[in-house]
């Protein structure tokens, strides 16, 4: 989900998928408490439109957030521990630190006013409210809307219960089902002869919307009246006298129950099946994950299609790009029913084996032209990579989880989300201490990697000196790699060597990790002569650095090829030619989610329009440079009180422009938007698409 920009408005909401109905005094309210509470949350029974209202209200009030609206989407989230990486990754704070997560958070977050929307929280309760007070407490500029089926028991928490839709003729909840009627069947239209019995419709349904929503894609195989005489006769099952809150959730399961028994035996299986998909799911997956007995992987398609129009599954994006995903309640209908016939182990078994796969075929084209797909499809996938290293985690056997969780290095390293990777290292290789194959090697060389981070090198350093004392005492053939961090080149520190042992041991096993290794070595290199003022040793070997990731289509690491290309360029004085290499790597860097490669590469954009003249240009550019660390994870580096490189720029800035206008340039291109902040570092001209 791509953050948006409008204006000075930030943030990932996605766009509504149909018509909003109704609920005016719902969002009156909603508004209204936004505006003298810090935490409103949307209380209800499933189904009945608690997150559409949250979206719906946050699209409304977004205006009066120029620190921006963002969704954080909390239904797929199997582990409560993961609950501050998945806010980070939501607001595009990239993972790369050794201190606290939560700590990152209050520094990212703080600024311009925000609005946080917590989704679906009931599973995850107490991680919830235990974030959103210590959230609460360190950012005052923060507003909170969440939606559960509980409270969260935050103090000051404002709760607005949210009620099945208005039943009479003319009120919502007969809108509703109209607007939805007229989607799934362009002929039908709401009369005054009609009204009456599409108001008993809703009437049957409790105006509960999910129920509305699948009973009017039902107009496409039944007449009207033929719909409610099947709603009857499921109905006449409830109990009358039920407590209402319990009646309307059997009216729920009662209507999920028909459309399920209005489904093919075939389209009953696949939506069992297709249960056990966390964030959702894309046509290879589904064919690979649920193809089996009576049905085939050349059915899933058509039967896919099928769950789609009759709104079981829902699609979003055109093609095989397109990702299909079930709404909870839906969802964990078809997980019932998925272990009621006995198939939740195997099923579950064949979704982990596709991911392992996924993630070793990611591993293998990495370094290659489909870079940044793997990356975007990385990141679609994140919730059901999670879902398969927990379940690899709780196997009898080691060696997956340690496999899995090593195979995704690229991921956890370059794509902004090594805390939440180094977590699952720490974990897999907890679980299998004494395995001594190449999935344990692997596994410690990723983890080794992904604790290189620039604000804690020596621990990163005592974590690998650790493995290779580890390595030696075991005999086992621990891969050397090159650990360093690039944006210590333009902070002003001196070179010092980043090879923490020799350079004979052999590399990562699998080439994915072989070739990195490689690419890697000449990095460190250019590292190196950077640091020691060698700027035209620096340029050639980061040109060979350059030619090789060309030779491969490489883009993640061609851009850090760039970047010390653009360093020894600033060294020698070649400007322009600077700027323009500095302008590729940034572009690279941003499309693959690399926050921390773009903070780097930003600094140098300051020191080449500086070097060009271009003084107010340049103080714009330190104010997002500043930014850009700060969503890295890192604001000390953004700090001049403590960043060698910084503290030089503003000494000469100030001096070139005068205090008042220096100030001001810096807190304009503080206050940028993300993709504002890239768009003016890249003069303008965007991130190109061909990269």
Not at 20 to 47: K, M, N, Q, S, Y
Not at 239 to 253: C, D, E, N, W, Y
Not at 475 to 501: D, H, K, M
Not at 555 to 582: C, K, N, P, Q, Y
């Amino acid at each position: 989900m791509a953050a948006s920009v409008q204006g000075g408005r930030i943030g990932n909401l996605p766009a509504e998928a149909n018509e909003f109905v109704g609920r005016r005094l719902e969002l009156t309210e909603i508004a209204g408490l936004l505006g003298a509470v810090r935490l409103v949350t949307l209380t209800g029974p499933g189904g009945v439109g608690k997150s559409r209202l949250a979206l719906r209200a946050a699209h409304v009030a977004k205006s009066a957030f120029p620190g921006g609206a963002w969704l954080v989407e909390l239904s797929d989230l199997r582990n409560p521990d993961l609950l501050t990486n998945t806010v980070a990754q939501a607001t595009r704070l990239t993972e790369q630190t050794l201190r606290p997560l939560l700590e990152a958070l209050y520094e990212h977050l703080t600024g311009a006013p925000l609005l946080l929307v917590l989704d679906t929280c009931e599973h995850v309760l107490d991680e919830c409210a235990h974030v959103v007070q210590e959230l609460l407490l360190h950012i005052p500029e923060l507003r909170v809307l969440a939606t559960s089926r509980q409270a969260l028991g935050v103090p000051g928490e404002q709760l607005l219960t949210v009620t099945p839709l208005p039943l009479g003729e003319r009120d919502d909840a007969v809108k509703l089902f109209a607007a939805r009627a007229s989607a799934a069947m362009p002929e039908f239209t709401l009369t005054e002869d009609n009204r009456p019995h599409v108001a008993a419709v809703c009437a049957r349904l409790d105006g509960i919307p999910l129920a509305l929503e699948l009973a009017a894609v039902r107009l496409r195989g039944f007449p009207l009246d033929r719909l409610l005489e099947g709603l009857d006769s499921r109905f006449d099952l409830l109990v009358s006298s039920a407590r209402p809150r319990l009646a309307r959730h059997q009216t729920l399961r009662t209507a999920i129950g028909w459309s399920h028994e209005l489904c093919t035996p075939l389209e009953r299986l696949l939506w069992a099946r297709l249960s056990v998909f966390a964030g959702g799911w894309d046509i290879e997956a589904a064919e690979f994950v649920c193809h089996g007995g009576p049905l085939s992987a050349e059915d899933v398609l058509a039967l896919l299609a099928s769950l789609t129009e009759k709104s079981i599954v829902t699609r979003d994006g055109e093609g095989i790009a397109g990702r299909y995903r079930m709404l909870d309640t839906v969802r964990s209908f078809g997980a019932e029913w998925l272990a009621g016939l006995g198939e939740e182990e195997a099923v579950r078994r064949r979704h982990r084996d596709y991911f392992r796969w996924i993630a070793r075929q990611g591993e293998a084209e990495w370094l290659g032209p489909g870079q940044r797909v793997w990356a975007e499809r990385l990141s679609a996938e994140h919730a059901n990579l999670r879902l398969a290293i927990e379940d690899c985690l709780a196997a009898p056997e080691p060696e997956t989880a340690l496999e899995l969780t090593g195979s995704l290095w690229y991921f956890w390293f370059a794509c902004g989300v090594a805390e939440e990777g180094r977590g699952y290292l720490e974990r897999a290789l907890r679980r299998a201490p004494e395995s001594g194959g190449p999935e344990h090697t692997l596994a410690v060389w990723a983890h080794r990697l992904v604790t290189v981070v620039p604000d804690d090198l020596e621990a990163a350093e005592s974590v690998s000196a650790a493995y290779v004392w580890l390595a030696a005492e075991r005999q086992l053939p621990v891969p050397a790699l090159p650990l360093t961090g690039a944006s210590l080149a333009v902070r002003g520190e001196s070179a010092r060597s980043a090879v923490l042992y020799g350079a004979g041991l052999q590399a990562p096993a699998g080439d994915g990790g072989a070739e990195f290794f490689q690419l890697m070595t000449l990095a460190l290199q250019a590292y190196l002569l950077a640091g020691q003022a060698a700027f035209e040793r620096c340029a050639s070997v980061a040109e060979r650095l350059r030619q090789d990731c060309a030779k491969r289509g490489e883009l993640w690491m061609r851009a850090w090829g760039d970047f010390f290309v653009s360093l020894a360029g600033i060294g020698l004085g070649h400007a322009d030619e600077a700027l323009r290499t500095a302008r590729e790597a940034l572009t690279a860097k941003w499309r693959v989610h690399d926050h921390l490669g773009a903070a780097a590469v930003a600094d140098l954009l300051v020191a080449a329009q500086a070097a060009r003249g271009e003084d107010e240009l340049a103080a714009r550019l330190l104010g997002v440079s500043r930014r850009l660390w700060r969503t890295a994870g890192l604001p000390q580096l953004g700090n001049p009180d403590t960043t060698v490189f910084h503290r030089e720029y503003e000494r000469r800035l100030r001096a070139s422009l005068g205090d008042a206008r220096f100030l001001q340039a810096v807190r304009e291109g503080g206050e940028l938007g993300a993709e504002a902040a890239i768009g003016l570092a890249l003069g303008g001209v965007g991130a190109r698409d061909d990269l």
